[in-house]
């Protein structure tokens, strides 16, 4: 039986020193010439173009899809240099790396992302970290401006790359907000919560999720759950 493992990335395998929401808040001055607060906006479990959406409302910048584009251009020229500036604070979570080192060399794993970032967000991300090379296919905030919408474009990645239809009871979304429980849900998938990011354990544990675990520094218990 095959095992597919859908992964979130803020929270969940890295996190990122606030250089997601600076760059955004960057390049709202450097394309808009708007300086101004978006720490009141919802970052944690939203896809980059809902955030977008957000802060154009906020800033009554016009929602089109030509300020979609140029809000995002400028993000992703601004995210290397906020990742190198959050210095030490940009970092891979307890446990990931070798946890990822594991899960590819299991025969019968599959892993790819289910993450609300912009592709090029997300592959300039991990490659930061020198991540990017684990996850062959993926969903993002390119294909929808909803999370719960994203599952069916994963699932979807995942059969056009590996040729294989995995059974939902083997396909485990693992992500470290509630918003992450709930897209696994709506694809039948089960769901594994770790509370690494900017939720507890406790406060994950209310969405039901299939498991939650702390953190993924045991690898052992992490194959107990999705083995
Ligand atoms: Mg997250």
């Known amino acids: 039986m095959k095992t597919l493992l859908l992964w979130d990335i803020d929270g969940t395998l890295i996190a990122s020193g606030g250089a997601g929401m600076t760059a955004m808040r960057v390049a709202l001055q450097r394309v808009f ?7 009141d ?10 955030i977008a959406r957000r ?4 800033f009554s910048i016009a929602v089109t899809e030509e300020n979609f584009t140029r809000y995002f251009e400028g993000y ?3 995210l290397p240099e906020e990742l190198a500036r959050a210095g030490a604070s940009a970092r891979v979570l307890k446990g990931v790396l070798p946890l990822l080192n594991a899960v590819a060399m299991a025969p019968d794993v599959s892993q790819g992302l289910l993450t609300g970032n912009l592709r090029r967000g997300a592959e300039t991300k991990l490659k930061h970290h020198g991540l990017w090379k684990y996850f062959p296919f993926g969903a993002f905030a390119d294909d929808h401006e909803l999370r719960d919408h994203l ?17 939902r009871k083997r396909t ?8 992450d429980i709930a897209c696994g849900k709506i694809i039948g998938a089960r769901t594994l919560a770790v509370a690494t990011g900017s939720h507890t354990a406790a406060q994950l ?22 083995g």
Do not use: C, M
Request: charged share 20%; hydrophobic share 45%.
């Open 172 to 179: 485990w979304v693992i992500g470290d907000t509630p918003h």
């Open 76 to 78: 992703v020229a601004v």
């Open 55 to 58: 802060v154009f409302e906020k």
């Open 33 to 39: 010439g708007v300086d101004g607060s978006i720490e």
């Open 41 to 50: 906006i919802e970052f944690a479990g939203r896809t980059d173009r809902w």
């Open 151 to 167: 599952g069916p474009h994963a699932l979807q990645r995942a059969v056009a790359h590996t040729g294989i239809t995995f059974p």
């Open 205 to 226: 544990a209310e969405h039901q999720p299939d498991a939650v675990l702390p953190d993924l520094a045991d690898t052992n218990e992490f194959w107990n759950i999705v």
